[in-house]
């Protein structure tokens, strides 16, 4: 694993069986079983998330029953800090209340994003708790609402914006917080959504007033979608051109050794090509040049199928 980039181990999470068999069973040694796992994998931080997926139904109250005992149990057998992650103010209440930070050092608030309907609250229990927080820059405010960021110029401003909200509601520096640009499945992304990300990444990375923050995506949805025989070594590669653009952090399997490859690595070129043809040309659309990605991608994945990379 790469002494530069830090693991968020996401196996406690209810989108891998051995999570929801813990939780159906409200068994907090399933529990402790993957928190050792992921430490003893190197995983710099644990994500806990109780919520329900497409595979299992959760009332919330019974999320919020079962999470402090959760947290105790992972406590128990892990140093490991726990990042907590939902979009639900109760749940980050609830989970920080129960945390024991002279245990494991500061925990993470995953995440804080315009679209958050307690947000100001959410930005109270960072202040409150000492906590680090991840940042949706995916996000932006808008007048009447929120939109979703279509440029990386937009997510740019969006971090901006939560860096100084954070800096003068949170007393959080540079260091405490961890930009998300998003990251969309590489296979399905018909709007060049992922550059936009990269692109994002790099201007963040580059404003001398943003040093220091953080930078992070959620790697498992990178190649969702594409031949299991050719994922991980999209998802490297694609490590490979993040950390060139600032990135420090990934969600991630740490079963699976996330690593960036080797720059001069024929992955990493052939996903850079394919990035690059998701460009859009001139007097052309997003679109356009986003279907002419998939099929670059998709091509990648063909000719995974017959050559050992």
Same mark, same amino acid.
């Given at each position: =694993?790469?002494?530069?980039?830090?693991?968020? @181990?996401?196996?406690?999470?209810?989108?891998?069986?051995?999570? %929801?068999?813990?939780?159906?069973?409200?068994?907090? %040694?399933?529990?402790?079983? !993957?928190?050792?796992?992921?430490?003893?994998?190197?995983?710099?931080?644990?994500?806990? $998330?109780? #919520?329900?997926?497409?595979?299992?139904q959760?009332?919330?109250?019974?999320?919020?029953?079962?999470?402090?005992?959760?947290?105790?149990?992972?406590?128990?057998?892990?140093?490991t800090?726990?990042?907590?992650?939902?979009?639900?103010?109760?749940?980050?209440?609830?989970?920080?209340?129960?945390?024991d930070?002279?245990?494991?050092?500061?925990?993470?608030?995953?995440?804080?994003?315009?679209?958050?309907?307690?947000?100001?609250? =959410?930005?109270?229990?960072?202040?409150?708790?000492?906590?680090?927080?991840?940042?949706?820059?995916?996000?932006?405010?808008?007048?009447?609402?929120?939109?979703?960021?279509?440029?990386?110029q937009?997510?740019?401003?969006?971090?901006?914006?939560? /860096?100084?909200?954070?800096?003068?509601?949170? +007393?959080?520096? +540079?260091?405490?917080?961890?930009?998300?640009?998003?990251?969309?499945?590489?296979g399905?992304?018909?709007?060049?959504?992922?550059?936009?990300?990269? #692109?994002?990444?790099?201007?963040?990375?580059? #404003?001398?007033?943003?040093?220091? /923050?953080?930078?992070i995506? @959620?790697?498992? $949805?990178?190649?969702?979608?594409?031949?299991?025989?050719? %994922?991980?070594?999209?998802?490297?590669?694609? !490590?490979?051109?993040?950390?060139?653009?600032?990135?420090?952090?990934?969600?991630?399997?740490?079963?699976?050794?996330p690593?960036?490859?080797?720059?001069?690595?024929? =992955? /990493?070129?052939?996903?850079?090509?394919?990035?690059?043809?998701?460009?859009?040309?001139?007097?052309e659309t997003?679109?356009?040049?986003?279907?002419?990605?998939?099929?670059?991608?998709?091509?990648?994945?063909?000719?995974?199928?017959?050559?050992?990379?």
């Open positions: =694993m790469s002494k530069n980039l830090h693991i968020v @181990g996401e196996l406690m999470n209810n989108s891998y069986a051995r999570a %929801r068999r813990a939780f159906s069973t409200r068994d907090p %040694r399933g529990y402790q079983e !993957l928190a050792r796992l992921q430490t003893h994998l190197g995983a710099s931080y644990l994500t806990l $998330n109780l #919520d329900g997926t497409q595979n299992i959760v009332r919330r109250q019974e999320m919020l029953d079962f999470l402090p005992e959760v947290i105790s149990a992972v406590q128990e057998v892990s140093a800090p726990i990042a907590f992650d939902n979009p639900s103010m109760e749940y980050h209440r609830v989970a920080l209340a129960h945390y930070r002279n245990k494991s050092g500061a925990p993470i608030l995953n995440s804080l994003a315009a679209s958050r309907e307690h947000l100001d609250e =959410m930005v109270e229990l960072v202040k409150h708790y000492d906590t680090n927080a991840v940042v949706m820059a995916s996000e932006t405010f808008v007048p009447g609402g929120t939109a979703q960021c279509l440029n990386a937009d997510a740019y401003r969006a971090a901006r914006q939560f /860096v100084e909200m954070l800096a003068t509601k949170a +007393n959080r520096r +540079n260091d405490q917080i961890i930009i998300d640009p998003g990251l969309a499945p590489v399905a992304d018909t709007y060049g959504l992922v550059n936009i990300g990269l #692109d994002a990444m790099r201007l963040i990375h580059s #404003d001398p007033d943003l040093a220091g /923050v953080h930078l995506v @959620g790697l498992s $949805n990178f190649a969702w979608g594409t031949p299991k025989g050719v %994922r991980e070594e999209l998802e490297k590669a694609y !490590l490979t051109l993040g950390m060139e653009a600032g990135l420090d952090f990934a969600i991630a399997n740490p079963e699976k050794t690593a960036p490859l080797p720059a001069n690595h024929p =992955m /990493v070129a052939k996903l850079r090509e394919a990035l690059t043809e998701g460009r859009p040309r001139e007097g997003h679109e356009i040049a986003g279907f002419r990605q998939v099929e670059a991608v998709m091509a990648i994945c063909a000719e995974a199928q017959e050559v050992d990379f």
